[in-house]
């Protein structure tokens, strides 16, 4: 059970980094090594900070409030991501942290390590949130972080490289990036749900 947790927190901190891939590998932007190797590690900081605060709230909480207060974490962590993938729908978002996707500044279509250290930043949001969480669950921090880390640079990839036949494909009214965000919140759901068991 324990790494279908560590399992469920690696898939749901990098999915993300698939749709930003996906959008990437349309334009034609590149991700090389040392830029993805850079994002993978900052979300493996990322997770660890949110790790350590989540072992910290968990050991000033007494008797079983740790996984109570894990189970409204997760479940407004899972929900918080799901109306994500819904206002992805309706409106276009601006932002750069919230369009990393548009992180390729000098339009030199690939990602310098300046701007890879920014889309890092932006990508690893999810993994500090869900560090916290995995954390009031007492789940082992290199374990979970190692794995989010290595999530974070595998989707990245896979997402470049499928991005030109994917591109136009759509689950229902959503894109499969937007799709991958909404099952990202569903699994944060399911893992706070386990909390009450």
Known sequence: MTWLLILGFAISSSIDNFGVGLSYGVQKVRVPIVSNLLIAVICFIFSIVGIISGVWIAELLPGSWPDIVAFAVLSLIGIR???????????????VLSEPEKMDFDKSSHISLGEALLLGVALSANALTNGV????????AVAIAFSAAVGSYVTLWAGVELGNRLSNFHIGKMTVGQFGTFMSG????????????
């Not at 969480?133 to 082992?140: D, I, N």
């Open 81 to 95: 991501i799901m109306m994500i993938a819904f206002r992805q729908q309706n409106r276009s978002r601006s932002s």
């Open 133 to 140: 969480g995995a954390g009031l669950l007492e789940l082992s």
């Open 186 to 197: 569903i699994i944060i759901l399911l893992i706070a749900i386990t909390r009450l068991f």
